[in-house]
């Protein structure tokens, strides 16, 4: 069954889907934070941290895959005027999963050793998703004023 455009229901799937981001981010940044300043300084990190990152970093690239669907099903309620920025919202934000999902492959939990350049190159495919993400929320939001 196919719905016609809803711009509410849109926009409300892509607030919780930013809100729900931007907090398990911020709850994420402390693991994170360990692994970059272990890589900055070329030091160890501890047994711990590992096991510790391991369950946050997973639940937050679950948490950013579900974001992935949620967001492209919201696709049904967006409004013809919007669809083009819509499409690229999902594609910035799949981007910004799949970096995110690469950062805990560059973890080697069991070994307890970072791949610094997956891990780095993570990094920066993420921090580009999400300023792209925030450019075209910022266009959709003034095309709708």
């Known amino acids: 069954m196919k719905r016609k455009a809803d711009l509410g229901q849109y926009m409300n799937i892509l607030s919780t889907v930013m ?18 300043q272990a890589l900055d300084e070329n030091k160890e990190v501890a047994a711990a941290d590992y096991v510790k990152t391991k369950t946050a970093f997973e639940a937050g690239v679950s948490l950013y895959e579900q974001n992935v669907h949620k967001l492209t099903q919201a696709g049904q309620f967006v409004p013809a005027m919007l669809l083009g920025l819509h499409k690229k919202i999902v594609a910035a934000y799949r981007r910004f999963y799949l970096g995110c999902a690469k950062m805990n492959q560059a973890l080697d939990y ?32 003034q095309k709708m004023m």
């Open 19 to 36: 809100d729900e981001t931007e907090n398990k981010s911020a709850e994420l940044d402390p693991y994170f934070k360990i692994f970059r």
């Open 110 to 141: 069991e070994k307890h050793t970072v791949a610094s350049d997956m891990f780095n190159q993570a990094e920066k495919e993420q921090n580009q998703a999400m300023d792209d993400i925030s450019k075209d929320v910022q266009k959709m939001m």
